[in-house]
């Protein structure tokens, strides 16, 4: 059965930084593409950032420059370290398993950006 935890979440001042992380189980991690995606009130949820099982990454636009995502294949996480947060990545942010497919999901954790 294919798990996603994530954590790390919480209301932070902008010009802030908060790192998510998302542990993986039930899954051959090392051989996974995953990726964080959010999703605000009443917005379409979005990708935010992917990384591929050979480390390969892309990030939105809106991102580029301020979060970084990673993986640890021994720990089976993914994390994303956003900094310089701003009010507008006030959202709740998931972690995906990418498949071609419907993607697994976590629960998602919130981030809360105050100005």
């Known amino acids: 059965q294919v798990q996603l935890v994530e954590s790390g979440g919480g209301l932070v001042q902008a010009g802030g930084s908060l790192r998510l992380s998302c542990v993986a189980s039930?899954?051959?991690?090392?051989?996974?593409?995953l990726a964080w995606y959010r999703q605000a009130p009443g917005k379409r949820r979005e990708l935010v950032a992917a990384?591929?099982?050979?480390?390969?990454?892309n990030y939105a636009d809106f991102v580029k420059g301020r979060f970084t995502i990673s993986r640890d294949n021994a720990k089976k996480t993914v994390d994303l370290q956003m900094n310089n947060l701003k009010p507008e990545d006030t959202a709740t942010y998931y972690c995906?398993?990418?498949?071609?497919?419907?993607?697994?999901w976590g629960q998602g954790t919130q981030v809360t950006v105050a100005s």
């Open positions: 995906a398993l990418l498949r071609a497919g419907d993607n697994y």
């Open positions: 039930g899954i051959i991690f090392s051989v996974s593409n």
């Open positions: 990384i591929t099982s050979t480390r390969s990454t």
